[in-house]
């Protein structure tokens, strides 16, 4: 039972290097969200997606870049890695909105821009 | 534009109620939630209340809404060491995505 996943759960970067993180879900959730947390500021969504083929800006999208081209899978690409992109990374998923739309969260990545 | 804010930091003995604050501002959320992140985890739901509510009980976790204030409060009896966590509120409207707070640490001593 496996939930969501996330890779890799732990990376180095240099500044200007590029990354994909990758997510994916067993639930044939249709909801799929991209999340950073950072000390003192909670939880920010950076990108989220309603469907397969369907991506969406969150609070915080600016550097980022997103990708659901299978429904079971959400990808969080940094293009050019700054250092104000050190963070912990969060997926999550849900069947639905609402109350009905339990987020169900992956484990975390922990990202390091030097 | 929406905001929820939270106390950062709670510490209580164990065996004591622990009671975590919440505020919101966005008036149209029909749902608010209770997060709660383990060391080292994600988030788990922990329980949620529609906004025509004013009190949900789940066993030791006491829910209650003051709508006029835009209020939220989580209790737990009888705190234990293994509710040490970051307690997230959110809320939420209609299928729009979640806004979370910045969370509160629950520190529970023996």
């Known amino acids: 039972n496996a939930g969501v996943t996330q890779t890799p759960k732990f990376r180095v970067l240099k500044t200007g290097q590029s990354m994909t993180l990758l997510c994916a879900q067993d639930?044939?959730?249709?909801?799929m969200y991209w999340y950073r947390q950072d000390p003192g500021m909670g939880l920010r969504l950076i990108h989220y997606?309603?469907?397969?083929?369907?991506?969406a800006k969150g609070e915080v999208p600016d550097g980022y870049n997103v990708s659901r081209l299978k429904k079971q899978n959400f990808l969080l690409g940094l293009e050019s890695a700054a250092p104000s992109q050190t963070s912990v990374y969060f997926c999550a998923s849900s069947y639905a909105g609402g109350p009905g739309g339990e987020l169900f969260f992956g484990e975390g990545s922990r990202l390091t821009v030097l | 534009g929406e905001d929820v804010e939270q106390s950062l930091f709670l510490s209580v003995r164990e065996g004591d109620s622990s009671v975590i604050n919440c505020t919101y501002t966005?008036?149209?959320?029909?749902?608010l939630y209770w997060y709660k992140q383990e060391p080292g985890a994600g988030l788990q739901l922990l329980t949620y209340?529609?906004?025509?509510?004013d009190m949900k009980q789940d066993q030791r976790l006491t829910v209650l809404l003051n709508k006029k204030d835009k209020h939220l409060s989580l209790r737990i009896a009888d705190t234990q060491t293994g509710d040490s966590a970051i307690y997230f509120c959110?809320?939420?409207?209609?299928?729009?995505?979640?806004?979370f707070g910045k969370g509160t640490m629950l520190l529970v001593s023996p």
């Open positions: 959110a809320e939420g409207f209609g299928y729009s995505t979640l806004t």
């Open positions: 966005d008036s149209s959320s029909t749902y």
């Open positions: 209340i529609f906004s025509n509510m």
């Open positions: 639930m044939n959730h249709e909801y």
């Open positions: 997606s309603v469907g397969e083929g369907t991506t």
